[in-house]
């Protein structure tokens, strides 16, 4: 994990494009749709969402593909480490590159839909939430998609599907929270899919990558 | 198909029965070899008998078709983790980062396969292959022999018993091949044990090499 941050860190532009990527797909629609500020808070949370799944999503193809190429998981699947250890560490290195600056950037964009602050933590506490079960299911399925033809459009019919439960509950939380609901249901189920994916997928990561080393 | 001279050490490495098929081209099958502390046995045979894929057999990247591989009496099947702790491979691919640089290469390297060098250790082995002057250019910027050097400086300070080496003379010079051997003839002096598929002649002082022809 921490040999992929400094690789981040030298090489700045991926992890910069991802999130320029989310801020301008964000900042783009209040321009396009005008300024109603009920139309605006109302798709708020929804645009915001979808914009931090597509830049997750940016940020999949290397994130083995890489090491795939260079041998470096070659060794890492010879190492007397436990897969689950890298394989884990690869996606919380992912998280920490993607999903985090957007969580950390999204009250900010928010503002631009004039949503009110409770809205906003709710919508910054779902990504929290939300964008580690993108990075999951994601890693899994650039595991699965490594050394195919064509895996870039193979890795995006893999994991947009998959994506799709995480951006309803995420979206769904920050409008329960400004329609007056409570968003603990969707942020508990949001919650659940976290472990859920937390325990079962790195170990799948490790058994995909097994794999496509063969 | 292995040859008599054996060191009289007990085997580390034993290959069972092991078969590989790759499509409809059986590769290899019913091969039985072992190695032991000290010796070196060099996989020899024509271009695509399956000298690479033997080698990632043994070492567990690939799957065999049938057999076993024991190390220290234990199937891999049951602990591959134990194998994997004691085995450095070299293969085709160098598992370089060509943004990081020399140094730091290897240091990821090393705490990946759970060795734990200090910076001095690792600056003298950097130095003893040649990349004193070199060691914070990024990777990228060094030449096919200077990057398989610092294959070399890892193998060196690598405490694995066991090295599995694919073609490792490949793009090396005459000092780098020498160096090589040198590395190789302390390891085996070492009591270590290596595998390599090479069409080389290795001929290390010390320690009992053996061959193995396929196809």
């Given at each position: 994990?921490?040999?992929?941050l400094?690789?981040?860190?030298?090489?700045?532009?991926?992890?910069?494009?991802?999130v320029?990527?989310?801020?301008?797909?964000?900042?783009?629609?209040?321009l396009?749709?005008?300024?109603?500020?009920?139309l605006?808070?109302?798709?708020?949370?929804?645009?915001?969402?979808?914009?931090?799944?597509?830049?997750?999503f940016?940020?999949l193809?290397?994130?083995?593909?890489?090491?795939?190429?260079?041998g470096?998981?070659?060794?890492m699947?010879?190492?007397?480490?436990?897969?689950l250890?890298?394989?884990?560490?690869k996606?919380?290195a992912?998280?920490i590159?993607?999903?985090?600056?957007?969580?950390?950037?999204?009250?900010?964009?928010?503002?631009?839909y004039?949503?009110?602050?409770?809205?906003?933590?709710?919508?910054?506490?779902?990504?929290?939430?939300?964008t580690?079960?993108?990075s999951?299911?994601?890693?899994?399925?650039?595991?699965?998609?490594?050394?195919?033809?064509?895996?870039g459009?193979?890795?995006a019919?893999?994991?947009?599907?998959?994506?799709?439960?995480?951006l309803?509950?995420?979206?769904?939380?920050?409008?329960?929270?400004?329609?007056?609901?409570s968003?603990?249901?969707?942020?508990?189920?949001?919650?659940?899919?976290?472990i859920?994916s937390?325990?079962?997928?790195?170990?799948?990561?490790?058994a995909?990558?097994?794999?496509?080393?063969? | 198909?292995?040859?008599?001279?054996r060191?009289?050490?007990?085997?580390?490495?034993?290959?069972?029965?092991?078969a590989?098929?790759?499509?409809?081209?059986?590769l290899?099958s019913?091969l039985?070899?072992?190695?032991?502390?000290?010796?070196l046995?060099c996989?020899?045979?024509?271009n695509?008998c399956?000298?690479?894929?033997?080698?990632?057999?043994?070492?567990?990247?690939?799957?065999?078709?049938?057999?076993?591989?024991?190390?220290?009496?234990?199937?891999?099947?049951?602990?591959?983790?134990?194998?994997?702790?004691?085995m450095?491979?070299?293969g085709?691919?160098?598992?370089?980062?060509?943004?990081?640089?020399?140094e730091?290469?290897?240091?990821?390297a090393?705490?990946?396969?759970?060795a734990?060098?200090s910076v001095?250790?690792?600056?003298?082995a950097?130095a003893a292959?040649?990349l004193?002057k070199?060691?914070?250019?990024p990777?990228r910027?060094?030449s096919?022999?200077?990057?398989?050097?610092?294959?070399?400086?890892?193998l060196?300070?690598?405490?694995?018993e066991?090295?599995?080496?694919?073609?490792p003379?490949?793009?090396?010079?005459?000092?780098?091949?020498a160096?090589?051997i040198?590395?190789?003839?302390?390891?085996?002096?070492?009591?270590?044990?290596?595998?390599?598929?090479t069409?080389h002649?290795?001929?290390?002082?010390?320690?009992?090499?053996?061959?193995?022809?396929?196809?």
């Open positions: 994990m921490s040999r992929d400094q690789l981040a860190w030298r090489h700045p532009d991926e992890a910069v494009l991802t320029a990527f989310f801020a301008l797909v964000a900042s783009l629609f209040p396009g749709i005008g300024a109603e500020p009920q605006l808070a109302r798709i708020g949370p929804g645009v915001i969402w979808v914009g931090a799944l597509l830049a997750a940016l940020a193809p290397g994130l083995f593909a890489a090491d795939y190429a260079d470096s998981l070659e060794q699947t010879l190492s007397p480490h436990p897969a250890g890298w394989a884990s560490g996606i919380a992912h998280w590159v993607s999903g985090l600056p957007l969580t950390v950037l999204s009250p900010l964009i928010g503002l631009q004039g949503l009110t602050p409770d809205t906003l933590a709710v919508e910054a506490a779902s990504l929290l939430v939300g580690p079960v993108l999951l299911l994601g890693g899994a399925c650039a595991a699965l998609a490594l050394g195919a033809r064509g895996g459009m193979l890795l019919l893999l994991a947009l599907p998959l994506f799709v439960p995480i309803i509950f995420g979206a769904g939380a920050a409008e329960a929270q400004a329609t007056g609901l968003p603990a249901p969707h942020l508990s189920l949001l919650g659940a899919g976290l859920a937390a325990v079962g997928l790195p170990w799948a990561v490790g995909a990558v097994r794999i496509a080393v063969d | 198909m292995t040859a008599p001279h060191s009289g050490q007990p085997d580390v490495l034993q290959v069972r029965g092991i590989c098929r790759r499509g409809v081209a059986l290899f019913g039985d070899f072992e190695v032991a502390g000290g010796e046995l996989v020899r045979g024509p695509g399956g000298k690479t894929t033997l080698l990632r057999c043994v070492t567990g990247l690939t799957r065999p078709d049938d057999g076993a591989v024991l190390w220290k009496g234990v199937s891999t099947r049951t602990d591959a983790l134990a194998m994997h702790a004691g450095a491979f070299s085709h691919l160098p598992g370089l980062k060509d943004d990081l640089s020399a730091e290469n290897l240091e990821f090393l705490r990946l396969r759970g734990t060098v001095e250790q690792r600056r003298e950097l292959v040649g004193e070199r060691r914070r250019l990777a910027r060094l096919a022999g200077q990057r398989r050097r610092i294959g070399l400086a890892r060196s300070l690598d405490p694995a066991l090295w599995v080496l694919d073609e003379l490949t793009a090396l010079d005459d000092a780098g091949q160096l090589f040198e590395f190789l003839d302390r390891h085996l002096a070492r009591g270590g044990l290596a595998l390599a598929a069409h002649r290795l001929a290390p002082p010390s320690g009992v090499v053996r061959e193995l022809r396929l196809g």
